[in-house]
């Protein structure tokens, strides 16, 4: 039976993303690492190069079609995929070679998805091919906003990935909540401290008696998730209408406004439980009863803005095939 070509490119790319994971997790010796690199990245040209001589699954697809300004119908699968192992292939020497850093973070899973969503790309069903836009926009946007942004910052001002955390959490989420508290008329604060000793966001909150500190990691102050739903909605947008006009633009502005207030409610709610009923209410609500709050307000307004647009959509249309007025 005749191997198919896209099941190699599958082959080659799951081989690189393990290659990349014994690295990244200290399970294998680095030899073995570049072996597997080399075998991976071997079967995945091939079988892109082969793939690139029939008609693209994906020729529907957004990225396809973007792409194919700028290059032939032919070259934009093996372009692609060839710039997904481009990307894992320079991201594993900057990582192996240059910073020395064996250990697996956020930013590594998500370019090594990325990367692999692009070297997929065009072997899925052309049915498929709003899953496969939405796949690689979504990897792309949180390659920009949790990589290419952050790097970017620490390289230009020379401050860990720690301050700059920091900072963001402080005046994007910290401050904002204890605002809030402070209108309501609760005895509130909050202290940033860059000593490197414990977190470095501190909420200072009375509890009867007692005034209690409530230190702000990168995972409680939601700024991770609040770039995820964001990102997640921009592909959405972007994937499901296919253009940005002064609709799209008014509903991302919303979606970035309303996923950092969601964010903000939900921390506002988590330190209210400890003002009235004491730190294991606290506990009790940010570990089970948070992140619902979270996910429902951003669902919701998902719904009613994707409802809103497409509203829009079924009248421009409307309006398009509308026959010419008469004139008399």
């Known amino acids: ?24 997790m200290g399970h294998s010796a680095l030899l073995v690492e570049i072996v597997m690199l080399g075998i991976g990245l071997a079967l995945a040209i091939y079988a892109s190069t082969s ?6 699954a994906a020729s529907s697809g ?30 594993s020497i900057w990582k192996i070679l240059i910073l020395r850093t064996p250990d697996m973070r956020l930013e590594d899973f998500i370019v090594t998805l990325f990367g692999i ?18 796949t690689v926009l979504y ?38 909540v204890t605002a809030i508290l402070s209108f309501f008329g ?47 909605f921009l592909a959405f947008v972007l994937v499901r209408y296919r253009r940005i006009d002064k609709f799209t633009s008014i509903a ?4 970035f406004a309303l996923t950092w207030l969601s964010n903000i409610i939900r921390m506002v709610i988590t330190i209210l439980a400890g003002i009235l009923w004491g730190p294991p209410t606290l506990e009790f609500v940010h570990a089970y009863i948070g992140i619902l709050i979270f996910v429902g307000f951003v669902t919701l307004f998902w719904v009613l803005v994707a409802r809103w647009l497409d509203k829009v959509s079924e009248n421009r249309l409307e309006e398009e095939h509308l026959p010419e007025a008469q004139t008399v």
Request: charged share 10%.
């Open 51 to 56: 793939i690139a001589a029939k008609e693209p």
């Open 186 to 232: 609760f005895n509130v604060t909050s202290e940033l401290n860059l000593s490197g000793f414990g977190l470095s966001n501190i909420i200072n909150y009375w509890h009867g008696d007692a005034m209690l500190k409530l230190g702000i990691g990168t995972g409680c102050s939601g700024l991770y998730s609040a770039g995820l739903f964001f990102s997640a």
């Open 62 to 91: 957004l990225l396809f079609k973007f792409v194919s300004r700028y290059v032939s119908k032919e070259s934009c699968a093996l372009v692609i995929s060839g710039f997904g192992l481009l990307l894992l292939f320079a991201w």
């Open 139 to 176: 990897l792309m946007f949180l390659t920009i906003v949790f990589v290419i942004i952050w790097r970017t910052y620490s390289l230009v001002t020379g401050e860990s990935y720690v301050g700059i955390t920091a900072y963001a959490e402080y005046y994007v989420v910290t401050l904002p």
């Open 252 to 255: 991302l502005g919303i979606g």
């Open 1 to 24: 039976m005749k191997f198919q070509r896209e099941w190699l490119l599958l082959l080659g790319s799951l081989i690189v993303a393990g290659a990349l994971y014994g690295h990244y």
């Open 117 to 134: 969503s692009l070297l997929l790309y065009n072997t899925s069903p052309t049915k498929t091919h709003m899953v496969q836009d939405f």
